[in-house]
């Protein structure tokens, strides 16, 4: 029920927009009482939180993948940022209203959105610990990295920067900085 | 003459914003002629082309001081890439309806902000070009490592990301990102 409630909610989203999307709405399309969609969310805020955790859990979710596959940490921490980079770019371009709603949603949601960059940030931070552990990079902090890792690519997957950048090939790019930051991961440059 | 109709039009941004800021507007408050104005501007367009270009060319041309220093080439870097941040930073703080209003009109002028870009490209490929004669960076190519570098640092001065951080503290952030792009420019990752 949690997920048909979510699925008619983001419905909503999609032809109304966030500040258009009422509980009310997302029960007469579901055809339950408003009570029913509280018994789930008890606020508009809540139902919109919970759009944007699945929203953005749909990025993170398959990157996990690069977390605990093998391989050396340099190739997998470059497929992660390639993979972020791509999921994020597909979103905007292939339907770029939508993905204003959901950034809009997201901004409100805060700590959904600080949440993800938790996310993203243990995700990496564990790659880099591998690295660490197998002699493969240098630095101490895997932690401090993956702060720093996220920082020099967020051209790459920050909602503003995909949507400014939407229809540009940014491949090369991607490779070129991650070439300096590997290095820089080599040579315990943190 | 020119340098005044830009402080005029300036002012009218200032208070009013970019659309609905006319040459006519600017040439009552000079109390001359929208003939006369026209005279230094063929149209509303160039004269907020030459609004934005003044205002962008404001940020970069201190800049050009960590170009012609002396000094290692990686610590001319890092400064250029703080105060390059930090001019933006302040611009944002100061008056962020002032910014919005001038990042407005950049935007409208791609052609200036292509230049600024191109200016800033220049001046990182100087600094980069330096520190490769002096033996201390090992890339190859100036041109492309400037383009990563200023990839990897779009977080610290990009519009976007400025006023989306504003008042939040980015000093370490910098840091532990120019500590890996020096290193991969010492590694010569490019």
Do not use: C
Request: no cysteine; charged share 30%; hydrophobic share 50%.
């Amino acid at each position: 029920m949690r997920e048909r409630i979510l699925d008619a909610a983001e419905a909503q989203l999609r032809r109304h927009g966030p500040a258009k999307t009422t509980v009310s709405d997302v029960a007469r399309a579901l055809g339950m009482s408003h009570a029913n969609v509280y018994r789930h969310f008890d606020s508009k805020a809540a139902l919109q939180d919970a759009v944007a955790e699945r929203w953005l859990s749909k990025v993170s979710d398959p990157l996990e993948a690069f977390v605990t596959r093998k391989g050396p940490a340099a190739r997998r921490l470059e497929g992660w940022v390639q993979a972020l980079a791509e999921a994020k770019r597909r979103k905007v371009l292939e339907d770029p209203e939508l993905f204003a709603a959901y950034h809009a949603v997201a901004e409100a949601a805060r700590e959904v959105v600080a949440g993800h960059l938790a996310t993203l940030l243990r995700q990496v931070a564990a790659i880099i610990a591998d690295g660490i552990r197998e002699g493969e990079f240098k630095v101490k902090d895997p932690a401090e990295a993956a702060r720093a890792v996220l920082s020099a690519t967020i051209r790459f997957h920050h909602p503003h920067m995909v949507r400014a950048a939407a229809g540009t090939e940014v491949e090369a790019d991607i490779k070129a900085v991650m070439k300096l930051v590997i290095a820089g991961l080599k040579a315990g440059a943190l």
